[in-house]
């Protein structure tokens, strides 16, 4: 690449472009999204039909199940040697499941690392769009991304002091 010149005939040096830190991911869990309200039910089904362990759960601060218990916003569930994060749909961010929609409808793909921020703008570098921004919760920072095929990816801090719990 030729520098340019500038008009009293000295060189221009074109200023270094800044090359973003590559994200380092540290692991990749399914999820599962229902539609609201179905959690528990979903839970129940995969226990009974994969034989799934309840890891984990985290519930809504203010939305009340059956009774008086709080609603099952996510769990966390192993089937075999894998994670699967069954979650209630909790607003308009990612799609549920659906009978009726296309084969990725309701699908996310969680992907957790050290660096979210790095980790959403090299998806987006890539192609993906960003759905909202990236934001903090009790889990740690996240984010939503759409790659160019459908999929919706949700990424996460892995390294968080905060925890769902």
Do not use: I
Not at 22 to 37: D, H, I, N, R, S
Not at 97 to 114: M, Y
């Amino acid at each position: 690449m030729a520098a340019e010149v500038a008009t009293n005939g000295s060189e221009v040096l074109a200023a270094p472009v800044a090359v973003p830190a590559q994200a380092v991911f540290t692991g990749l869990k399914v999820q599962v999204t229902v539609p609201a309200g179905r959690a528990e039910e979903a839970v129940a089904f995969y226990k009974a039909a994969f034989a799934a362990e309840e890891l984990s759960r985290s519930t809504h601060p203010k939305r009340k199940g059956d009774g008086e218990e709080a609603a099952l916003l996510c769990a966390e569930l192993k089937v075999g040697a894998a994670t699967l994060l069954v979650c209630d749909q909790a607003g308009d961010d990612v799609p549920a499941v659906s009978k009726e929609g296309g084969a990725a409808s309701g699908l996310v793909l969680r992907l957790e690392t050290a660096d979210v921020n790095a980790a959403a703008a090299q998806a987006v570098a890539a192609g993906a769009a960003l759905q909202g921004e990236v934001t903090e919760d009790c889990c740690g920072l996240g984010a939503t991304v759409v790659d160019p095929f459908g999929v919706t990816w949700a990424l996460g801090s892995s390294t968080s002091a905060k925890k769902c719990a």
